[in-house]
């Protein structure tokens, strides 16, 4: 008996433990895609402009590590940036995004910083 529920908590912690690797971080910019496009601008800049005025994923990951504040975006904090006149006034909405899943999906596990920056860029 005490056998048997060990091989069924181990399948258990197996199953769940693959569903946390693959689904869930395959999904995650899914959640982005209401307001951000790959291409083209949309309520939020396009996937394509913020590989551009980041550069790498790295970058991305170290803004988004270090509190993401309006000042340090590369595009809604930085006037140079040919789209920071559409969205600079739009930070607020980003932050709440930021918060609720970004900083939020780190918090419970779901993502890594450097994950979803890897997902931005691989668009
Ligand atoms: C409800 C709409 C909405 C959702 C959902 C959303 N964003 Fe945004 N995002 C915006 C808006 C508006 C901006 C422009 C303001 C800004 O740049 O701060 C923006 C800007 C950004 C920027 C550029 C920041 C800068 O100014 O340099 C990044 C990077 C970004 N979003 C990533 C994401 C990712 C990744 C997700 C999904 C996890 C996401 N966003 C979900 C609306 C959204």
């Known amino acids: 008996m005490k056998k048997l529920l060990m091989i069924a908590a181990a399948t258990t912690f197996m199953v769940s433990g693959f569903a946390a690797t693959t689904a869930v971080a395959g999904d995650y910019t899914k959640k982005c895609k209401a ?23 790295a970058t991305l990951a170290s803004v988004w590590e270090s509190g993401f504040k309006v000042e340090d975006r590369k595009i809604a904090g930085n006037p140079c940036n040919p789209n920071y006149g559409k969205y600079h006034k739009k930070a607020k909405t980003m932050t709440g995004q930021y918060k609720k899943l970004i900083a939020g999906g780190v918090k419970k596990g779901k993502i890594t910083y450097k994950e979803l920056a890897d997902m931005v860029f691989s668009k």
Not at 43 to 54: L, M, W
């Open 35 to 57: 307001c951000h496009k790959t291409d083209k601008n949309a309520v939020g800049p396009s996937f394509k402009n913020i590989q551009a005025a980041y550069g790498d994923a």
